[in-house]
């Protein structure tokens, strides 16, 4: 098997097992906002959450992973499988220690952390003590989704990636179960949920370990504490914590300044961030975490023509999919979130500034896409500092961006700042990376990307004139919400793959392939 179709093979299962995470991601949701609504508990949850959720994002999805399979798969390919598994159990060790300090800590600090991340909570002393209080539950989470993400890098390194990849499915199952079984018997019942994170977290990485046992990992077996490696790791991790989570920083911020803003304010981003997260996790994500080993494999073999076929290979299909997707949501935008979220204690007015947020961040997805690539690239080079510097400005910029815009724009402008920053990190980033490795058949990922970007500007004005005719705007029921939208994204998907036919798109056939194949 080709080096690119073992990473389209690779995507595929991860998006797939993402897209599962998605769903049941969704089901969370729509049961928070019919439980919870857009308000006082709704708004402690989020800022309290997204505290668990920006450790995920950093670690399973970020600094950990990638700082630990370019050296794990170095090890792997200079020294062996034993000496790279010595390596792996003293990470895990260390790895550990490290991460009983840090929830202890974060419990103590919870004050201080809710003070400088929702600052504006201190204006109501309730919403304050009730968020400080689901962080301190909430933050021993960090302990069981680091050693998640550290299993996540053996596992893909050894071509396993479907264990890792429905992981999250653990965590929203959990805090379903919650919101049914044990918010009901808590005094303050979103507490409840909390609760089922934590639950969540221990069945992650109770997932991952009979598949690391049956790879002939050991996690048992001795190993030192301090090995040579893990040093090598450390070094590499701590920039890659800054440089690959720059849209989670970026959210952060909006976080921090939309509770300057009118109450709701944190609950309509948040809601328009996770159904923004559904295309970028089920391939913009799993496509990176697909290519990461490739490269990492490429790299340390100084195969850095293939390594360029790689890349250009995961850029346009990670464009290819995404731009439609870009273009689906700023169509559909309105009727998913009444679909979705538009009951119970989530009002007209409430879906209708959500589809607002949801237009801004959408705006930005094939950003958000691409950099994921781009910082692949970098960190299998073994590079954490350029995506990193290239961070602070993203950073930077989108403070600047959100200032300016909130004003005018209330929570839009937030999500538009970030949407705008990510374009100027992916921009930053690629340019660094020309410079460094010369040419990487850019020509060619343009004109793949020209043609993507046609082909959904087609399909947005035919998914836009079905959508007026069988939903028009009024009083809609969830079936027809339901019926319209399943409709529009079948029409969405035929007329963009007869566009993609006509433009005699690659990407298309390279699809076509890998379905073709797995097909009994």
């Given at each position: ?491 969405g998907i035929v007329s963009y793959s007869f566009f993609s036919f006509l433009f005699k798109s690659r990407e298309l056939e390279k699809v076509l392939t ?7």
């Amino acid at each position: 098997m080709s080096e690119n179709a073992r990473v389209t093979k690779a995507a595929g299962v991860v998006g797939a097992a993402t897209f599962l995470s998605r769903i049941f991601g969704f089901v969370r949701d729509v049961v928070i906002a019919w439980f919870f609504g857009a308000g006082l508990s709704s708004d402690a949850f989020f800022v309290a959450f997204r505290i668990p959720n920006l450790l995920r994002r950093l670690f399973a999805e970020g600094s950990l992973s990638i700082a630990f399979i370019p050296v794990f798969t170095e090890y792997l390919t200079h020294h062996g499988k034993e000496e790279a598994f010595h390596l792996a159990r003293s990470a895990m060790r260390l790895l550990s220690i490290i991460l009983v300090i840090t929830a202890v800590l974060g419990v103590l600090l919870a004050p201080l952390i809710i003070l400088m991340i929702a600052p504006g909570f201190t204006d109501s002393p309730e919403k304050y003590s009730l968020t400080v209080l689901l962080t301190r539950i909430m933050f021993p989470y960090i302990f069981f989704i680091c050693l998640v993400a550290l299993c996540m890098g053996i596992l893909n390194v050894l071509g396993h990636f479907a264990a890792p990849a429905l992981a999250p499915v653990c965590l929203n199952i959990a805090i379903i179960f919650s919101a049914f079984f044990i918010s009901p018997y808590m005094a303050d019942p979103v507490t409840g949920l909390a609760i089922g994170v934590l639950i969540g977290g221990a069945l992650q990485l109770t997932l991952q370990l009979p598949f690391l046992i049956r790879k002939g990992f050991y996690f048992w077996e001795k190993a030192v504490i301090f090995h040579p490696g893990v040093k090598k790791i450390g070094i590499l991790m701590l920039p890659a914590i800054f440089g690959a989570s720059v849209y989670q920083l970026n959210i952060l911020v909006g976080t921090l300044l939309a509770s300057l803003l009118p109450e709701g304010s944190v609950s309509y981003l948040y809601y328009a961030d996770r159904l923004v997260q559904f295309p970028l996790g089920i391939f913009a994500i799993a496509t990176a975490t697909a290519v990461l080993p490739s490269l990492s494999r490429q790299a340390a073999a100084k195969d850095f023509d293939a390594l360029g076929n790689t890349f250009a290979h995961a850029m346009k299909l990670v464009f290819f999919i995404t731009v439609p997707s870009m273009a689906g949501l700023i169509v559909l935008r309105e009727p998913i979130v009444a679909l979705l979220f538009k009951r119970g204690a989530f009002g007209a007015d409430a879906a209708r500034l959500t589809a607002d947020a949801l237009l801004c961040y959408s705006i930005g997805l094939w950003a958000f896409s691409a950099v994921r690539i781009v910082v692949s690239t970098f960190y299998s080079l073994q590079d954490t500092k350029t995506p990193m510097q290239m961070a602070v400005v993203s950073v930077v910029a989108n403070i600047v961006l959100g200032i300016i815009l909130m004003g005018p724009l209330a929570h839009g402008g937030l999500a538009l700042a970030t949407s705008l920053a990510s374009m100027l990190n992916l921009g930053l980033l690629v340019w660094t990376l020309k410079r460094r490795l010369g040419s990487l058949d850019w020509k060619n990922i343009l004109e793949s990307v020209c043609k993507s970007a046609a082909c959904s500007v087609m399909m947005g004005a035919v998914v836009w004139g079905v959508a007026s005719l069988i939903m028009p705007p009024g009083d809609r029921t969830l079936f027809n919400l339901f019926s319209g939208i399943a409709a529009s994204i079948i029409v969405g998907i035929v007329s963009y793959s007869f566009f993609s036919f006509l433009f005699k798109s690659r990407e298309l056939e390279k699809v076509l392939t890998l379905i073709a194949k797995k097909r009994p």
